[in-house]
């Protein structure tokens, strides 16, 4: 039987999709995909991958090393989707080992006339950057990219690190038409494969024959694994979200060790222990040791407040955030000295918690430094050990044997209160001598409460005359200091606040912000909703959630609150001469989730006196996806709790 291998090539290059013709081939662009106007499955895309394909394999020469080539052709819809014309590649840069990106070849496409336009890319706009000590990241942007342009552009990646396969990720956030990869390993490099996100990705495995340039006689079989999908959906911001990384659709490769016949055997495995060896060898190291500058200081602190190891871990928190300003960047190992923080007054996460180290410890203290990432870089891995560790914090003991945390970048945060971004699940604690120590969790260091006391009377004019005093501690205390600092100025929070609660303020004071227990009192005036000799008014006086914040039919990732908490509302409402309860909605209590969460509102009169206790308690804060459906209706079951009013008439 005659066969057509051109043929066979070309129909898998050009693949009509829905009436759509694709060509899968670099350097060719269709006519459809310079006059599409939209992705169907996703009409408002700002712009759309045609083709996503990376290859992966290792080359022996004098040397081996590993090549990573990437091709890609995005069509842009909109302006939004211009960005995608400008492209960055970050890697490594070490004295004895480095990555080499090259072979960078880009062009836009545009229709015009009914011509197509192509513009390359030019040599004098790709840019180079050093990131840190031992990254570097190209850039360039390819010219005449607008709504309407067909992007294509590829390049090779060589590196020395061979046991380090760089992530493949499947899924962006716009969406991919065809996604293919493919990842050859040689029999002698012991490995293991991970799929991440909530996508099934369907990975294949090949066995294939390899040989060596430059080794005599030397072959040997590749391990090949194929992940080709078309369709994949674009991974989309959704709220309660710590880092949508941590979702992303992809393949992880760990390489455990390299075994050629007639050579040592080279491991690259990496325990947590021979990071935290390569710390303490490090800069990270000496400075986890350094002097305090702030002696005398410190030890007025401590003898001023003798009896109070909090009192004393407060003040000198307080007094190095007020010595040294954070600059917003997160460092494990500062660029300079800490001591050339102190000097600038201003300095980055590393130099500020090095800084108040040495100061816990001139204190008497013994801190211990605690490993992690913020939550916008994404979870330290839990199947293997890393050295992309952005920030740490410290934790010590007091003698009560009460464990605290404490971090001086943020001037709000306090003793076991975290800025937010530093409340994750997965921390490790720096302990060079005893490397097995289990994981931390430091989503909740300490319990948040909001206490809100009410006090309403009902005029004769129909209007709620009210007192209220709100006591939040911990995180809840975090957030009051932050949404303050964020206000212009104290009028313009208290008008934020009069216009999110649909309030009148007559007079608002705030205590104790950028501490653990914050205290805010206002006295406020709310209209009541009336209908002829009948008036409704909310068993909380304002609503606890205004709408539900899930109402999406389906969600794909899980929901993830910022921290657990306890929010306690108790009113007590005074009814003038003349009213009498008609209507007083039903007490009580909803939980979902296995008691994750759960929510109780009690009503009882006495006499002319009404009182309400309204609970809301948040006790887990991760929810997977298979539980959206129940914790969506649980706060739909709480709206109704909200919207739910005691009725009063008129005699």
């Given at each position: 039987?005659?066969?057509?291998?051109?043929?066979?090539?070309?129909?898998?290059?050009?693949?009509?999709?829905?009436?759509?013709e694709y060509s899968f081939k670099?350097?060719?662009?269709?006519?459809?995909?310079?006059?599409?106007?939209?992705?169907?499955?996703?009409?408002?895309?700002?712009?759309?991958?045609?083709?996503?394909?990376?290859?992966?394999?290792?080359?022996?020469?004098?040397?081996?090393?590993?090549?990573?080539?990437?091709?890609?052709?995005?069509?842009?819809?909109?302006?939004?989707?211009?960005?995608?014309?400008?492209?960055?590649?970050?890697?490594?840069?070490?004295?004895?080992?480095?990555?080499?990106?090259?072979?960078?070849?880009?062009?836009?496409?545009?229709?015009?006339?009914?011509?197509?336009?192509?513009?390359?890319?030019?040599?004098?706009?790709?840019?180079?950057?050093?990131?840190?000590?031992?990254?570097?990241?190209?850039?360039?942007?390819?010219?005449?990219?607008?709504?309407?342009?067909?992007?294509?552009?590829?390049?090779?990646?060589?590196?020395?690190?061979?046991?380090?396969?760089?992530?493949?990720?499947?899924?962006?956030?716009?969406?991919?038409?065809?996604?293919?990869?493919?990842?050859?390993?040689?029999?002698?490099?012991?490995?293991?494969?991970?799929?991440?996100?909530?996508?099934?990705?369907?990975?294949?495995?090949?066995?294939?024959?390899?040989?060596?340039?430059?080794?005599?006689?030397?072959?040997?079989?590749?391990?090949?694994y194929i992940c080709n999908i078309?369709?994949?959906?674009?991974?989309?911001?959704?709220?309660?979200?710590?880092?949508?990384?941590?979702?992303?659709?992809?393949?992880?490769?760990?390489?455990?060790?390299?075994?050629?016949?007639?050579?040592?055997?080279?491991?690259?495995?990496?325990?947590?222990?021979?990071?935290?060896?390569?710390?303490?060898?490090?800069?990270?190291?000496?400075?986890?040791?350094?002097?305090?500058?702030?002696?005398?200081?410190?030890?007025?602190?401590?003898?001023?407040?003798?009896?109070?190891?909090?009192?004393?871990?407060?003040?000198?928190?307080?007094?190095?955030?007020?010595?040294?300003?954070?600059?917003?960047?997160?460092?494990?190992?500062?660029?300079?000295?800490?001591?050339?923080?102190?000097?600038?007054?201003?300095?980055?996460?590393?130099?500020?918690?090095?800084?108040?180290?040495?100061?816990?410890?001139?204190?008497?203290?013994?801190?211990?430094?605690?490993?992690?990432?913020?939550?916008?870089?994404?979870?330290?891995?839990?199947?293997?050990?890393?050295?992309?560790?952005?920030?740490?914090?410290?934790?010590?003991?007091?003698?009560?044997?009460?464990?605290?945390?404490?971090?001086?970048?943020?001037?709000?945060?306090?003793?076991?209160?975290?800025?937010?971004?530093?409340?994750?699940?997965?921390?490790r604690l720096y302990s060079p001598?005893?490397?097995?120590?289990?994981?931390?969790?430091?989503?909740?260091?300490?319990?948040?409460?909001?206490?809100?006391?009410?006090?309403?009377?009902?005029?004769?004019?129909?209007?709620?005359?009210?007192?209220?005093?709100?006591?939040?501690?911990?995180?809840?205390?975090?957030?009051?200091?932050?949404?303050?600092?964020?206000?212009?100025?104290?009028?313009?929070?208290?008008?934020?606040?009069?216009?999110?609660?649909?309030?009148?303020?007559?007079?608002?004071?705030?205590?104790?912000?950028?501490?653990?227990?914050?205290?805010?009192?206002?006295?406020?005036?709310?209209?009541?909703?009336?209908?002829?000799?009948?008036?409704?008014?909310?068993?909380?006086?304002?609503?606890?959630?205004?709408?539900?914040?899930?109402?999406?039919?389906?969600?794909?990732?899980?929901?993830?609150?910022?921290?657990?908490?306890?929010?306690?509302?108790?009113?007590?409402?005074?009814?003038?001469?003349?009213?009498?309860?008609?209507?007083?909605?039903?007490?009580?209590?909803?939980?979902?989730?296995?008691?994750?969460?759960?929510?109780?509102?009690?009503?009882?009169?006495?006499?002319?006196?009404?009182?309400?206790?309204?609970?809301?308690?948040?006790?887990?804060?991760?929810?997977?996806?298979?539980?959206?459906?129940?914790?969506?209706?649980?706060?739909?079951?709480?709206?109704?709790?909200?919207?739910?009013?005691?009725?009063?008439?008129?005699?």
């Amino acid at each position: 039987m005659k066969t057509y291998p051109f043929l066979a090539v070309f129909i898998c290059l050009c693949v009509n999709t829905a009436a759509q013709e694709y060509s899968f081939k670099y350097g060719k662009i269709t006519p459809d995909e310079l006059r599409m106007t939209l992705y169907e499955p996703e009409p408002d895309a700002p712009a759309v991958f045609i083709y996503d394909d990376t290859d992966i394999h290792y080359s022996f020469g004098n040397s081996i090393q590993l090549l990573c080539y990437r091709t890609v052709k995005i069509k842009v819809f909109k302006d939004e989707g211009v960005k995608w014309g400008d492209v960055a590649i970050d890697f490594g840069n070490y004295q004895l080992s480095k990555e080499v990106v090259s072979r960078i070849d880009a062009a836009a496409y545009n229709l015009v006339d009914g011509k197509t336009v192509k513009t390359q890319l030019k040599r004098q706009n790709i840019f180079e950057e050093v990131l840190d000590e031992h990254t570097k990241r190209l850039k360039f942007s390819i010219p005449e990219v607008r709504a309407g342009t067909v992007i294509e552009y590829r390049y090779l990646l060589t590196s020395d690190f061979i046991g380090q396969i760089p992530d493949v990720d499947v899924q962006h956030a716009i969406p991919v038409v065809r996604s293919t990869a493919q990842i050859s390993i040689p029999e002698y490099f012991t490995h293991h494969i991970h799929t991440r996100g909530y996508l099934t990705l369907p990975v294949k495995k090949e066995l294939e024959n390899g040989g060596a340039a430059g080794f005599s006689g030397f072959s040997y079989t590749n391990t090949k694994y194929i992940c080709n999908i078309d369709r994949v959906p674009s991974l989309r911001k959704e709220p309660y979200v710590w880092h949508l990384d941590d979702f992303r659709a992809g393949l992880e490769f760990e390489i455990n060790g390299l075994e050629i016949p007639g050579s040592l055997y080279k491991s690259f495995t990496r325990t947590w222990a021979d990071v935290y060896e390569s710390l303490d060898r490090s800069e990270f190291g000496r400075y986890a040791d350094i002097r305090n500058p702030f002696k005398d200081e410190v030890a007025a602190i401590v003898a001023r407040n003798a009896d109070d190891e909090r009192r004393q871990l407060h003040e000198i928190l307080k007094f190095v955030q007020s010595r040294i300003a954070w600059d917003g960047t997160y460092r494990l190992t500062p660029e300079s000295s800490p001591h050339a923080a102190v000097d600038k007054g201003r300095g980055d996460s590393g130099s500020i918690n090095f800084i108040l180290a040495a100061a816990l410890r001139d204190a008497g203290f013994k801190p211990e430094i605690i490993l992690l990432n913020p939550r916008s870089a994404g979870r330290l891995p839990l199947t293997h050990a890393t050295d992309r560790i952005r920030t740490f914090v410290l934790r010590t003991k007091l003698k009560s044997g009460e464990t605290v945390y404490l971090d001086a970048t943020d001037l709000h945060s306090d003793v076991n209160v975290l800025p937010t971004q530093l409340l994750v699940d997965h921390a490790r604690l720096y302990s060079p001598e005893h490397p097995f120590e289990n994981w931390i969790n430091l989503s909740s260091p300490a319990q948040s409460v909001v206490l809100s006391q009410i006090t309403a009377r009902l005029t004769e004019e129909g209007e709620l005359e009210c007192t209220e005093t709100d006591t939040e501690t911990n995180q809840a205390a975090y957030d009051l200091s932050r949404r303050y600092s964020r206000s212009e100025n104290h009028d313009t929070f208290v008008q934020e606040y009069e216009q999110r609660a649909g309030i009148t303020i007559s007079e608002l004071t705030v205590d104790g912000l950028n501490s653990a227990k914050a205290r805010m009192k206002l006295n406020f005036r709310k209209p009541v909703d009336s209908g002829g000799d009948f008036l409704y008014i909310c068993p909380t006086i304002v609503p606890f959630i205004e709408k539900n914040p899930f109402t999406s039919q389906k969600r794909q990732l899980p929901v993830e609150f910022s921290y657990p908490y306890r929010y306690r509302i108790i009113v007590s409402l005074m009814l003038p001469e003349g009213y009498t309860v008609e209507e007083l909605p039903k007490s009580q209590r909803l939980s979902a989730c296995d008691e994750g969460i759960a929510c109780t509102m009690q009503l009882q009169q006495q006499g002319a006196l009404m009182q309400c206790l309204f609970e809301f308690d948040l006790s887990r804060i991760i929810f997977p996806a298979t539980e959206y459906t129940d914790l969506s209706a649980f706060y739909g079951f709480v709206m109704d709790m909200c919207n739910s009013r005691i009725v009063l008439k008129k005699s």
